[in-house]
């Protein structure tokens, strides 16, 4: 079957989002993955790590979350124990190519 998985980075994110994986970190070869994976790393604008492997997913053609402004809370865990459903906001919010890039340049904070 192809179901898109969703690659995050921690096993206990992965327990929360359906058809998910965990990189157990932000660093994995996903190439594998390309045609149906969307990657979504954790909420952290300000960190410059996530910004540039979420850029480097972008140039390699993943598709990438880029959480909303609303979402403050730094990872899905966090964002199940205040309530929202993590499923929905990764669906409405998975870009890649240019668009990506001009919506992780809004994003990132650093």
């Given at each position: 079957q192809d179901r898109t998985i969703t690659i995050v980075e921690g096993p206990i994110d992965s327990l929360f989002v359906e058809n998910a994986i965990a990189m157990?970190?932000?660093?994995?070869?996903?190439?594998?993955?390309?045609?149906?994976?969307?990657?979504?790393?954790?909420?952290e604008p300000r960190n410059r790590e996530i910004v540039?492997?979420?850029?480097?997913?972008?140039?390699?053609?993943?598709?990438?979350?880029?959480?909303p402004e609303n979402i403050r809370q730094k990872d899905i865990n966090d964002m199940v124990l205040?309530?929202?459903?993590?499923?929905?906001?990764?669906?409405?919010?998975?870009?890649s190519g240019l668009t990506g890039k001009i919506k992780l340049n809004q994003w990132k904070k650093v």
């Open positions: 157990a970190g932000s660093d994995a070869n996903l190439n594998k993955y390309l045609t149906n994976s969307i990657v979504a790393l954790d909420n540039s492997k979420m850029a480097k997913y972008l140039d390699n053609g993943f598709k990438v979350v880029i959480w205040t309530g929202i459903n993590p499923n929905s906001v990764i669906q409405n919010n998975v870009y």
